[in-house]
């Protein structure tokens, strides 16, 4: 008898899952924002971007008087120009080319040290060279991530999505305490913080509709009025507004490409990192966009890790700091509800925009350290929340708790025991220095160690005259927390087992063993049950009252009734006495 073939279904489970809108965001992926919003939006958006700019001004300060100041505003201008490119790449989902997500590139910090050293050693030219050779391989790189899926299970994406924003809180709370400026700790510098955030956190909790888009922006602009009432912008910062030209068109004279075999390693490694926040970003963008997320879209992570190694091979290219897709601005995203991709078109359009007119972009640059931390600390908060979210989406056992408790205490590390990595090799210290990169990697690690010994295929004999439910549902438990598989499907699939073997000892349909073979992947999970004996109906019509009453062969039945409302898909058939009942879930 064939009711359902497994392998219908099986199909069903790996063609492209479609998102669904969860109710939490105001515009979703695929929505349209009226005009005006789209383009405040982007400008909110653009405004992180500008935090991370100080990373250009300290390369340029680093090079001194080798550049000229046409060039120095050229770098600047060249870097927002390649970062609205980018965003606008990021958010197609074309031939293999950006995840399809609103998910903006920064000055991205894993390329400081490299581009430092870069800089020192062979100028600009060294360090558009570099920049471009560490994108284009990250952009290969991502060529293979489908192949790499075994590499980023659940709990490894989540461990990654929380420490992005972990790694992101050193350089918040130094910005949002001052420690960036000489008048670190001051109650100025505590005061524009708090009062900057709690406009931010205030207008997001308590309001709604276009106060709540903009609270990151209002924030900021109550924070400048702050920080000018309280004298935190120096008049330098305001002499540099007022010298800035209004109109400037980058010079491209300069730029040339050069490359030292030395410097290899470095990039290399920062584009390693940058690959990492990356999955990170993306996961987070997946997440928050499906209400019905359950695992990474490998697909769509490999095309994103493609378009942010064109954060590196685009200013590479065309002269400016090598970018990495933000995670503050994806933390912006989720919570001010706003993720649609059109927003990408706005951002992108307005930084380059602003490239062409540099008394605009230096009010930006000049953002008081205290605004630059509460707004970072304002998205970071929803993103280390998505990431727990994500890890105890899975059943754990001892293996995945160590998995993720040893990684995440040598990742933090970094941060709470200084120096605690300082005798690795100089090659390898951009990654140490990195609480992300050194989480990450030791996860991966520890993954593949602890996969040893967890079989893809169990069995379960179990004997009618001595059976406990206790014996299925404690194998299941045990055996989802080895594969880290959802809860639900782990109790929708020992449900059906225990209804099963039910059914073959109340209406004495076998009294030998019943067989249970359990196979697991990603993506499935399915239950072979062998027995000798007849074979359980699996109607798709509940039996009526006046059946239960008249036919003995009814409550069985309704057994088999009950048991298709736990699976996906089913299969019985029968080979001479022994009867073989295949189910089948969706993982």
């Not at 239950?527 to 036919?551: A, L, N, T, W």
Request: glycine share 8%.
């Amino acid at each position: 008898m064939y009711i359902y073939h497994p392998w219908f279904s099986r199909l069903i489970s790996i063609t492209e899952h479609m998102p669904k809108k969860p109710s939490n965001l105001i515009y979703g992926l695929e929505d349209k924002p009226p005009l005006l919003i789209t383009i405040i939006l982007g400008f909110q958006h653009s405004c992180l971007f500008f935090v991370l700019m100080t990373l250009p001004i300290i390369i340029i300060r680093k090079l001194g008087n080798s550049i000229t100041p046409e060039e120095a505003q050229s770098y600047l201008s060249m870097t927002m120009i390649a970062g609205g490119i980018t965003v606008v790449l990021q958010s197609i989902r074309r031939f293999g080319l950006g995840s399809g997500y609103f998910c903006p590139a920064l000055c991205g910090p894993a390329y400081m040290d490299a581009t430092l050293t870069a800089a020192a050693v062979g100028g600009l030219p060294l360090v558009f060279g570099m920049t471009l050779l560490s994108g284009a391989i990250e952009s290969l790189f991502s060529k293979v991530m489908n192949k790499l899926r075994f590499l980023f299970p659940t709990e490894v994406t989540g461990l990654i999505v929380s420490m992005v924003g972990l790694s992101l809180l050193p350089v918040s709370l130094a910005y949002f305490f001052g420690h960036q400026q000489q008048a670190a700790g001051s109650y100025a510098f505590i005061s524009v913080g708090f009062i900057t955030l709690a406009v931010m956190v205030g207008l997001n909790v308590w309001s709604k509709g276009n106060m709540k888009l903009f609270c990151t922006l209002i924030g900021v602009i109550v924070g400048y009025v702050a920080s000018i009432l309280t004298g935190i912008i120096p008049p330098d910062d305001l002499h540099r507004v007022a010298a800035a030209r209004f109109i400037h068109f980058p010079v491209i004279s300069h730029i040339r490409w050069s490359f030292d075999f030395t410097m290899i390693v470095p990039f290399v490694i920062a584009s390693i990192c940058s690959t990492f926040k990356t999955v990170g970003d993306i996961v987070t963008c997946q997440k928050i966009n499906d209400s019905e997320w359950k695992r990474a879209d490998m697909k769509t992570l490999s095309s994103g890790i493609f378009a942010d190694g064109l954060g590196g091979v685009i200013p590479g290219l065309i002269g400016g700091f090598g970018l990495s897709t933000s995670s503050s601005n994806v933390g912006l995203s989720m919570a001010t509800g706003a993720t649609s991709r059109v927003i990408s078109l706005a951002m992108g359009g307005i930084l380059i925009f602003m490239a062409f007119f540099p008394k605009l972009s230096e009010v930006m640059i000049i953002m008081p350290a205290p605004i630059m931390g509460a707004a970072l600390i304002f998205a970071v908060s929803f993103i280390i929340l998505a990431g727990f979210q994500i890890m105890i989406s899975r059943m754990m056992n001892a293996r995945r708790i160590f998995v993720i408790g040893i990684s995440l205490t040598f990742g933090l590390c970094v941060y709470l025991i200084p120096g605690a990595y300082s005798g690795v090799h100089p090659w390898l210290k951009p990654v140490f220095s990195s609480a992300l990169s050194v989480t990450t990697i030791m996860a991966l690690v520890l993954n593949m160690i602890f996969r040893i010994g967890v079989a893809a295929k169990v069995k379960l004999e179990l004997n009618p005259a001595a059976f406990s439910s206790a014996d299925i549902f404690d194998f299941m438990e045990r055996q989802g927390g080895n594969w880290a598989a959802r809860p639900d499907v782990i109790r929708n699939a020992a449900g059906a087992m225990n209804e099963t073997m039910e059914t073959i000892i109340s209406n004495n349909l076998s009294s030998s063993n019943v067989v249970m073979l359990v196979g697991f992947d990603e993506f499935n999970l399915d239950v072979d049950i062998s027995y000798p004996g007849k074979p359980i109906e699996f109607p798709d019509r509940k039996p009526s009252r006046q059946e239960m009453i008249e036919d003995d062969d009814a409550t069985a039945r309704l057994s088999g009734y009950m048991i298709r409302k736990y699976v996906d898909g089913l299969k019985t058939e029968q080979k001479g006495v022994q009867t073989n009942v295949k189910f089948h879930f969706i993982h």
